[in-house]
Nanobody, 121 residues
Framework: QVQLVESGGGLVQAGGSLRLSCAAS????????MSWFRQAPGKEREFVAH????????SYAASVKGRFTISRDNGKNTVYLQMNSLKAEDTAVYYC??????????????WGQGTQVTVSS
């Protein structure tokens, strides 16, 4: 069982930065593939980034690559999303998610409650 709690969202100007955190419970955190997804009002949820249990393997949506960085600290059971050069189109609720394997990354086993990111233009 994994429980996820996101934090760090807020209002930021275009071009600014924000760092999201996702605190996870569970002793098997280091074995989980962690992801960030986002959903803007009236739009479908979309993939943002994945990171392997070890943190060695990462992947990003083309729209955020080069601007966002996903990382994890397994000692703290926490996943981060550093967001730089933010754009208005990044405005969305950002969700942390956990999957038991790479096969489930597009249908995670656990979801956080979400944190709002609003980028002013």
């Amino acid at each position: 069982q994994v429980q996820l709690v996101e934090s760090g969202g807020g209002l930021v100007q275009a071009g600014g930065s924000l760092r999201l955190s996702c605190a996870a419970s569970g002793r098997t955190f280091s074995r989980t593939v962690m992801s960030w997804f986002r959903q803007a009002p009236g739009k479908e949820r979309e993939f943002v980034a994945h990171i392997s249990g070890s943190g060695f393997t990462t992947s990003y949506a083309a729209s955020v690559k080069g601007r966002f960085t996903i990382s994890r600290d397994n000692g703290k059971n926490t996943v981060y999303l550093q967001m730089n050069s933010l754009k208005a189109e990044d405005t969305a609720v950002y969700y942390c998610a956990a999957a038991s394997s790479w096969a489930r990354i597009n249908e995670p086993d656990y979801w956080g409650q979400g944190t709002q990111v609003t980028v002013s233009s």
